[in-house]
């Protein structure tokens, strides 16, 4: 009876012993996975940014639809971008740009999304005068740059 009682106890130990490392392994997985969200979620904004600035330089012709929707993808972005950001990610191994001032200085990382939200709709609704696009777009660009000179590694 002593002899199946110590190998019981041994057995519990070995299966918690394994759990642990599968259990980190969760966080990191969840981690990552948060961290992928927020890469894509940037990358969206990047890109859209970028198809804008093409239009902008005159390196590409889009239609009016096309360069709103653009716009309101990025402000929506905006909108989603502090619930995307605002749980750490400790064990995340995915590499990112997002350095720890972002948890550091959360209110300050967080209060420029509502800015930007407001420029890129501010950005839609100036299409179809690319005078008031060339404005509206340098303030967007603006929000983004103060963010990425605090908020990410280089």
């Not at 859209?48 to 009016?64: I, R």
Request: charged content about 20%.
């Amino acid at each position: 009876m002593k002899k199946l009682f110590t190998a019981g106890i041994l057995g519990t130990i070995m299966m918690a012993s394994t759990a642990f490392p599968m259990m980190a392994q969760a966080d990191e997985t969840s981690d990552n996975a948060m961290v992928e969200n927020r890469k894509m979620l940037m990358a969206g904004i990047g890109g859209a940014m970028g198809t804008l600035g093409c239009y902008m330089k005159g390196e590409c012709s889009l239609p009016d639809p096309v360069l709103t929707n653009l716009a309101k993808g990025v402000a929506f972005a905006a909108a989603a971008a502090p619930a995307a950001f605002e749980t750490q990610t400790p064990d995340a191994s995915v590499k990112t740009t997002a350095n720890a001032n972002v948890w550091d200085n959360w209110d300050d990382f967080s209060s420029g999304f509502p800015e930007m939200e407001q420029a890129a709709l501010a950005l839609a609704e100036a299409v179809g005068d690319k005078g008031a696009m060339g404005a509206a777009m340098g303030n967007l660009g603006k929000t983004c740059k103060s963010c990425h000179d605090d908020f990410r590694s280089k």
